[in-house]
């Protein structure tokens, strides 16, 4: 059950004080989007923080008002001057003036009455807003505030200024955040005074009120004392929660799986090469994790194009050594397929059976598939997440290993745990995810990580190039193809509809037909499933050449002879995604290159992110710079601003306050959730979201 101190948090905003059925309904549209159910909270409203301030302070006099600057004005009324009759278009002028000179407060389309109750004649008032000299005298269109002396403490000199939404002004908004505040109450503390008093830290309730009542601008910086106090505490709720999460699953004991190392010989002795340092240490940590009776919850970390399904492949090959039988998930139809043309002849090699599943069997052969697995027969499972559904039963699922992560949800790497009452668990990411992010949303996995490239590859030339020359860029690629290579040619995504990214693929593989013939293929995501092995067997055979697509290809697909990759519009990719498409090629001992195309004048970011793409080919780095110029949001493909989930953590500058969180949740595990400490914890827990959690504290 919730903490009843909570209750207040949790109560519809339409118990506050001038919220009505209308606004609650704006408001919620601000505050949880459209698709969430459920109309928002005041706590909601609370976490709804400020993202910069307008500064009201300045009280400068009249005649010393700089141009264009917010002032707050004391002022007396001299006399208003109404537009005249039937002509709207002149303003509605009040004339004022203190004791340095005067000044119109300008209204266009002003009511007079409402202005003759704001305004009246001989009397004193404070206006705030910004000032504008014409022909030398100052004027104030519409000023922002208009109080009586007797109410100047309620004008906030120092506004928060909020993100808002259509049909909704900052005013409103303002003093429902302010009806909120009312009702927080002071909650037990959860965070160890030490690290208070060191951090300078307050408690979270004035925190809150603190970057919703900031004195200056430092207050809403989200290095600011408050903020970071905020931060560790939504990192730390999440940090609790994924260590509740982990030590329930390694609670849930594993099986300690020996490999006899027969079947990993023979694939090893299969391969045309020797496995990389970091692939061999790989394999070690895994293997060991599998001979362990804990649970496994290890990520294998590594760039596109280092290696990591051979590892995949031996880590399956130990765990049906050990009698058990293992499934790998991808993420899209087109890479368990080619997963299954990888891995097929090495089973074969080592004598394991290998069967797919994915949307596309069905009826009796399903049923089939369905029944090997269920009584043993079949070793290993390629798959995608037809994987999860319910009728798929293992007879014993050793290990399940997850390609791709980020394309998969995280209930969907629990989802896998459950098919299997021991089964060991491996992600696999192939985008270099930086570190924050990987605790974020792992938490505290173990990690393997391939480091190096496989040897004998070579630099990929990186080259941009504006679309205004693109018949020279046809005509190179046509001496190309002559020569005997192999092209991908990326089209764009646009943002707006989901049907144009194919029409442009289609359009640009109608015009290289024509002029290249037979052998321009085609692939997107709206063909049928055979349609697309077809073109990607084509391609991989050399029947054709050049191979339009979408960036359906962007995942995992592995033609180790296609050495060029044009990317058009490549101003519309994020930095992640063109390092993604451009590991494509440079998979064999062959020079490959890379040519991005793109529409100008192009934007600064687009600008940078080219830049970026010809200095470097270290995925690493790249994500560190993708992550710095749009925030990890859009890198997980969420195109929410922010942090994904969370709303007061920003990643980009917390990270070290998330390092922190992650050894505070392990001392917290370790020590148990007891007495004061214990009991505020939860409700932290329950601050952000994560009842789940609780649940699993109890079970425990
Ligand atoms: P990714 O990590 O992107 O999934 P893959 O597993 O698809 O990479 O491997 C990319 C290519 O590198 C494949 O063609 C694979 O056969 C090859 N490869 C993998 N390991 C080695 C190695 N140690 N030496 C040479 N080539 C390798
Ligand atoms: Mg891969």
Not at 48 to 62: E, F, W
Not at 246 to 264: L, N
Not at 302 to 325: F, R, W, Y
Not at 575 to 581: N, S, T
Request: charged share 25%; proline share 5%; with cysteine.
């Amino acid at each position: 059950m919730r903490p009843t101190i909570l209750n207040p948090l949790f109560a519809p905003i339409s118990s506050l004080d001038g919220i009505g059925p209308k606004l609650e309904k704006t408001l919620t549209r601000l505050l949880k989007g459209n698709d969430e159910q459920g109309m928002a909270r005041v706590g909601d409203l609370l976490f709804h923080l400020p993202h910069s301030i307008v500064d009201r302070r300045n009280q400068p006099g009249i005649a010393h008002a700089p141009e264009g600057a917010i002032v707050t004005l004391k002022i007396r009324v001299d006399r208003h001057q109404p537009s005249p009759r039937g002509n709207n278009r002149v303003p509605y002028r009040v004339f004022v003036h203190d004791d340095s000179g005067e000044m119109a407060l300008v209204f266009f389309r002003g009511h007079a009455s409402w202005l003759e109750k704001q305004l009246p004649v001989g009397e004193a008032r404070f206006v705030s807003g910004r000032v504008e000299w014409f022909n030398g005298r100052p004027n104030m269109v519409h000023p922002d505030h208009i109080v009586s002396e007797a109410e100047f403490d309620t004008m906030p000199l120092v506004e928060p200024v909020y993100p808002l939404t259509s049909g909704l002004s900052g005013k409103v908004l303002l003093k429902a955040v302010r009806a909120a505040l009312a009702t927080l109450p002071e909650l037990p503390e959860w965070q160890n005074q030490a690290v208070l008093d060191k951090r300078g830290w307050q408690s979270f309730s004035k925190s809150l009120n603190r970057i919703h009542a900031p004195r200056d601008a430092l207050d809403i910086d989200p290095m600011s004392p408050a903020w970071q106090r905020l931060a560790y505490d939504e990192l730390l709720a999440g940090q609790l929660a994924l260590a509740l999460v982990r030590s329930q699953m390694k609670k849930a004991a594993g099986k300690a799986r020996i490999a006899t190392g027969i079947k990993s010989q023979a694939i090893l002795a299969a391969l045309p090469f020797q496995l990389t340092r970091s692939q061999k240490q790989s394999v070690d940590e895994i293997l060991a994790d599998l001979a362990s009776p804990e649970r496994m919850l290890r990520l294998l970390q590594g760039d596109v194009g280092s290696g990591k399904t051979i590892v995949a492949l031996l880590a399956m090959a130990a765990c049906v050594e050990s009698g058990a039988q293992a499934a790998i998930m991808a993420p899209t139809e087109i890479l368990a397929r080619q997963h299954m043309a990888t891995l097929t002849p090495l089973c074969k090699a080592a004598d394991m059976t290998i069967d797919i599943l994915t949307g596309r069997e069905k009826g009796k052969e399903r049923e089939a598939i369905y029944a090997r697995l269920a009584n043993g027969e079949t070793d290993i499972l390629v798959g995608t997440h037809a994987v999860f559904q319910s009728g798929v039963e293992f007879a014993d699922l050793g290990l399940g290993i997850i390609d791709e992560q980020h394309r998969f949800g995280v209930h969907q790497r629990l989802a896998l745990s459950a098919k299997g009452d021991d089964t060991d668990i491996l992600v696999m990411t192939a985008t270099p995810i930086p570190r924050t992010l990987v605790l974020t949303f792992f938490g505290d996995m173990d990690v393997s990580k391939l480091t190096e490239k496989p040897a004998g590859r070579q630099k990929i030339q990186t080259n941009a190039i504006s679309l205004e020359r693109l018949g020279h860029v046809v005509d190179r690629i046509r001496a190309a193809i002559d020569a005997g290579k192999k092209v991908y040619w990326i089209c764009p995504l646009v943002e707006e509809s989901e049907e144009l990214p194919v029409t442009a693929a289609e359009d640009r593989f109608k015009a290289l037909q024509q002029i290249l013939g037979d052998q321009v293929g085609l692939v997107h995501g709206r063909m049928k499933a055979a349609e697309k092995d077809a073109a990607m067997q084509a391609f991989k055979n050399g029947k054709i050449r050049i191979l339009v697509a979408t960036t359906v290809i962007e995942v995992g697909v592995d033609v180790p002879d296609a050495t060029i990759m044009v990317i058009e519009h490549a101003e519309r990719f994020g930095l992640a995604q063109l390092h993604q498409l451009r590991g494509r090629v440079g998979r064999g001992s062959e020079q490959s290159s890379c040519l991005l195309l793109y529409k100008t004048p192009l934007g600064e970011v687009a600008e940078a992110r080219i830049k970026i793409m010809r200095e470097t080919e270290d995925g690493f780095l790249i994500a560190e710079e993708d992550l710095r110029l749009r925030g990890e949001g859009e890198i997980l493909g969420t195109r929410q601003s922010g942090t994904p989930g969370f709303s007061v953590a920003r990643l980009e500058v917390h990270g070290e306050l998330l390092e922190m969180a992650r050894d505070e949740a392990r001392m917290v595990l370790d020590q148990g959730f007891n007495g004061e400490k214990g009991e505020s914890l939860r409700v932290l827990l329950y601050l952000f979201g994560q009842d789940e959690a609780v649940k699993l504290l109890r079970a425990g």
